[in-house]
């Protein structure tokens, strides 16, 4: 939502970059001990954390920027929300792991939750549904993304704070190319306060906070079963609707909310009697 409600304000590279340039220097102080320890597996891991930092810090957030432009939040919300059944593909393609039925029917369940919230509960809203130039953009930020949760396995096994310095440095390094063609070639980032609330808010909590959750989460329980809970992003967007923009929570909140809580359930449920391969450390 910030991503689209600033894209007047500031470009679309520009915001991913000092985005992931502004979480590395805030992360930098914290994790610079653990770097220094984890240096030579870091090194020894170039590879794969070159890969990794293309796919889930330099490729994902820029594609949803520059999308934005020429799409909106409803299919923003939509195409994202098919990642849950992409990381299943990632994980039967990639390491040939397959999808119980159990997990699939969890999956539609909660996305038919995110597809109630995102309709407004109505079907006129689905009908009029249309495919905007911005939508292939979002569907490859996805797909990107999706590849890199399943990858996460690969991750070199160094301390957290190290793994996300490293990633961070990487996808900004990646992204400083074209952050300078746009700014002098497309359109110039320019400072203003509606600029700095905006990256000063994804530097924090979408970079920062998120990855560090998020990485974690994958190391403990594994990609497919971390993914039925990015359904959970149009429930908080609309709580905190109500709580900040003085929105409602209209029924069809309510119902979507249900059925999102009934399919993260079931997956739950069905890793517990099928338990996989452990992804934890101990």
């Given at each position: ?214 990485n974690r989460a994958v190391e403990l329980i594994g990609a497919s079963r971390v993914g039925h809970f990015l359904h959970l992003m149009p429930v908080f967007g609309s709580i905190l609707a ?41």
């Amino acid at each position: 939502m910030v991503g689209r409600a600033v894209n007047g304000a500031v470009p679309p590279i520009a915001l991913a970059y000092w985005r992931w340039t502004g979480a590395l220097a805030l992360v930098i102080a914290f994790a610079w001990p653990h770097v220094r320890r984890d240096l030579p597996t870091l090194r020894r891991s170039w590879k794969e954390l070159l890969l990794l930092s293309l796919l889930g810090v330099a490729t994902f957030n820029t594609l949803v920027y520059v999308a934005l432009r020429s799409t909106t939040v409803i299919n923003g919300v939509l195409l994202q929300s098919t990642m849950p059944l992409l990381i299943l593909l990632a994980s039967f393609l990639l390491y040939r792991e397959r999808t119980r039925p159990a997990q699939l029917a969890a999956v539609f369940v909660s996305l038919s939750g995110v597809v109630v919230i995102v309709a407004r509960g109505s079907w006129q809203v689905l009908r009029e549904f249309s495919f905007n130039p911005g939508d292939g953009w979002i569907f490859l930020a996805v797909a990107c993304y999706a590849v890199y949760s399943v990858l996460l396995r690969k991750r070199p096994q160094v301390h957290p704070l190290s793994f996300l310095a490293a990633t961070f440095a990487l996808g900004s390094l990646l992204l400083l190319p074209l952050f300078l063609w746009e700014h002098l070639a497309v359109r110039p980032f320019r400072v203003t306060t509606v600029a700095l609330a905006a990256v000063g808010y994804v530097c924090v909590f979408p970079s920062l906070l998120s990855y560090l959750c998020f990485n974690r989460a994958v190391e403990l329980i594994g990609a497919s079963r971390v993914g039925h809970f990015l359904h959970l992003m149009p429930v908080f967007g609309s709580i905190l609707a109500a709580i900040f923009l003085g929105e409602r929570l209209q029924g069809y909140h309510l119902a979507g909310i249900v059925l999102i809580g009934a399919g993260i359930g079931m997956a739950t449920a069905a890793a517990r009697l099928h338990p996989g391969k452990s992804a934890a450390k101990k």
